[in-house]
T-cell receptor, first 115, second 118 residues
Framework: AQSVTQLGSHVSVSEGALVLLRCNYSSSVPPYLFWYVQYPNQGLQLLLK??????LVKGINGFEAEFKKSETSFHLTKPSAHMSDAAEYFC?????????????FGPGTSLSVIP | EAGVVQSPRYKIIEKKQPVAFWCNPISGHNTLYWYLQNLGQGPELLIRYENEEAVDDSQLPKDRFSAERLKGVDSTLKIQPAELGDSAVYLC????????????????FGPGTRLTVL
């Protein structure tokens, strides 16, 4: 069965610094991979997704992620953190490509941005 | 265009009481999901509907939880009776027809209902 691990439940970065949120997955077949962001008291919003093709995926708000099959990773990065990036980030995986969109979420990483 | 609407946003009840949550998906979205999100964790699927049919309810605790989507549009999730461990955020999401072959359709989430059971 597929699963998702996110290293570091809390990450703090200074404003303007690089953001790196780690995600590793386990799946016996090529997965679809996602990053979602959740702001306080709001639902989840899709940042970016990898399905097929180019392994470097660009998303909204300047975020990007790279699918590395050999490392079973899908880390999320942003070159320069902004105060508005403070939120909870969830990595997710899906391998149900033909029947329905069953998505398994990781435990989440809380990002704090220090002025 | 309105997003996924959920109500109430917050609910506080005493244990053993019933509670219900309501969700109105994005217009035209055939697929509706209910997720449970415990504090500090990612969402976990409770039930998924294709139109009015519950096609995946394997994670729904059926002894106390029930859900319906009678006309294939809005949906209600009910807990009766509530237990202390049910305190969590209940998220609703919707997507376009997810039976369209290999196409992965984005799920759009509502703001959730935060339930506190005392």
């Amino acid at each position: 069965a597929q699963s998702v691990t996110q290293l570091g439940s809390h990450v703090s970065v200074s404003e303007g610094a690089l953001v790196l949120l780690r995600c590793n997955y386990s799946s016996s077949v090529p997965p679809y991979l996602f990053w979602y962001v959740q702001y306080p008291n709001q639902g989840l919003q899709l940042l970016l997704k990898y399905t097929t093709g180019a392994t470097l995926v660009k998303g909204i708000n300047g975020f990007e992620a790279e699918f590395k099959k050999s490392e079973t990773s899908f880390h999320l990065t942003k070159p320069s953190a902004h105060m508005s990036d403070a939120a909870e980030y969830f990595c997710a995986v899906s391998v149900e490509k033909t029947s329905y969109d069953k998505v398994i979420f990781g435990p989440g990483t809380s990002l704090s941005v220090i002025p | 265009e309105a997003g996924v609407v959920q109500s109430p946003r917050y609910k506080i009840i005493e244990k053993k009481q019933p509670v219900a949550f309501w969700c109105n998906p994005i217009s035209g979205h055939n697929t509706l999901y209910w997720y449970l999100q415990n504090l500090g964790q990612g969402p976990e699927l409770l039930i998924r509907y294709e139109n009015e049919e519950a096609v995946d309810d394997s994670q729904l605790p059926k002894d106390r939880f029930s859900a319906e989507r009678l006309k294939g549009v809005d949906s209600t999730l009910k807990i009766q009776p509530a237990e202390l461990g049910d305190s969590a955020v209940y998220l609703c999401a919707s997507s376009l027809d997810s039976t369209s072959g290999t196409q992965m359709n984005e799920q759009f989430f509502g703001p959730g209902t935060r339930l506190t059971v005392l």
